[in-house]
């Protein structure tokens, strides 16, 4: 069977007053995630990582961040378009396994909940999304909270 890695990296700046969209699921902080669209990097890393595998470009190609037809957009809706256009392409998800770097707020309590939200998306179970925290050791531009990035590995297979 023909299998395919992918990996995706996004960045978003963090802001006060901001809502906080991470993984599909709106956390409690009193910073958020700015970008075009609800800025959920992980599922920007994520959408980037399946893209690349099945060879489709990245995730500014499909969904631009000039296009106000994604102003203010639910992420979700990335990840659910991203998965009909992999498997249009002749490929299932595998498994996805991502990490985030954020100092805080703490993610971990939130990880079941991230997992329970991405994996319909995808149409792949729970155990096939693995979500990982790290701080950056209060180095650089995450560790002085001033943004939020995410890694993002997947395998496809071929249908
Ligand atoms: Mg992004």
Redesign the pocket.
């Known amino acids: 069977m023909k299998i395919r890695v992918g990996m995706g990296f996004?960045?978003?700046a963090l802001e006060e007053h901001r809502d906080f969209f991470l993984g599909g699921i709106k956390l409690a902080s009193t910073k958020g995630a700015v970008?075009h669209?609800d800025?959920?990097?992980l599922i920007?890393?994520l959408c980037d990582a399946l893209l690349g595998a099945a060879n489709l470009r990245d995730?500014g190609h499909h969904f631009s961040?000039t296009d106000d037809k994604w102003k203010g957009m639910d992420s979700k809706f990335f990840l659910s378009e991203v998965t009909r256009l992999v498997r249009e392409k002749g490929w299932a998800i595998g498994n996805v396994d991502c990490t985030v770097c954020l100092e805080q707020p703490k993610i971990n309590p939130h990880i079941a909940a991230m997992k329970k939200t991405l994996a319909p998306l995808m149409a792949i179970d729970e155990d096939d999304v693995s979500i990982k925290a790290t701080t950056n050791e209060r180095l650089g531009y995450v560790g002085r909270e001033e943004g939020v990035c995410a890694y993002a590995v997947v395998l496809l297979q071929q249908l």
């Open positions: 996004d960045v978003h970008g669209s800025a959920d990097v920007h890393a995730i961040n």
